[in-house]
T-cell receptor
Framework: AQSVTQLGSHVSVSEGALVLLRCNYS??????LFWYVQYPNQGLQLLLK??????LVKGINGFEAEFKKSETSFHLTKPSAHMSDAAEYFC??????????FGTGTRLTIIP | DTGVSQDPRHKITKRGQNVTFRCDPI?????LYWYRQTLGQGPEFLTY????????KSRLLSDRFSAERPKGSFSTLEIQRTEQGDSAMYLC???????????FGPGTRLTVT
């Protein structure tokens, strides 16, 4: 079955440290992939997308993600965490059926 | 673009009552989606429209749920005879003709007491 898995429901990093949020997909054909961020009681904001052009994708707020077909992964990184990065992050995939399939989310906490 | 808007932002209702939510997509976006998000989970697809046509409904969308997009612009999601299990955040998203990304509204949080 086609699915999205996010390893680590909670991740804590120190301010200024590297942020790494993991996402893997399960599909025989690489889907379109997305990362969204959600702040409390708000909707989802698109951070970046992969659409089979470049494998390294840059997004907003200094985030980037690398698509690795061999690992079926699309991990999200940011070199230096900021307090304002504290939020819930969702990885999502469009498996060619028009709708998004989401992972269960990773809550990112930034330690001052 | 003014973004996707949803109304109301919060709704508290008693079990058994009917509720209706509205979503206004980004102008000229022909695709409109509804998702439901429960606490601690990612959003789950409910249904989507291309223009005014409802093209797919999830099995999550029971007979008590109905969605419309009568003129291909705004959409409404109605829940009849609400149950406590309907308590969730209802998210609307829209997508343009050429893009693949979906843009989300702020959501409507429903609490059924």
């Amino acid at each position: 079955a086609q699915s999205v898995t996010q390893l680590g429901s909670h991740v804590s990093v120190s301010e200024g440290a590297l942020v790494l949020l993991r996402c893997n997909y399960s599909s025989s054909v690489p889907p379109y992939l997305f990362w969204y961020v959600q702040y409390p009681n708000q909707g989802l904001q698109l951070l970046l997308k992969y659409t089979s052009a470049a494998t390294l994708v840059k997004g907003i707020n200094g985030f980037e993600a690398e698509f690795k077909k061999s690992e079926t992964s699309f991990h999200l990184t940011k070199p230096s965490a900021h307090m304002s990065d504290a939020a819930e992050y969702f990885c999502a995939a469009d498996f060619g059926n028009e709708k998004l399939t989401f992972g269960t989310g990773t809550r990112l906490t930034i330690i001052p | 673009d003014t973004g996707v808007s949803q109304d109301p932002r919060h709704k508290i209702t008693k079990r058994g009552q009917n509720v209706t939510f509205r979503c206004d997509p980004i102008s000229e976006h022909n695709r409109l989606y509804w998702y439901r998000q429960t606490l601690g989970q990612g959003p789950e697809f409910l249904t989507y429209f291309q223009n005014e046509a409802q093209l797919e409904k999830s099995r999550l969308l029971s007979d008590r749920f109905s969605a419309e997009r009568p003129k291909g612009s705004f959409s409404t999601l109605e829940i009849q005879r609400t149950e406590q299990g309907d308590s969730a955040m209802y998210l609307c998203a829209s997508r343009g003709r050429r893009g693949v990304e979906q843009y989300f509204g702020p959501g409507t949080r429903l609490t059924v007491t």
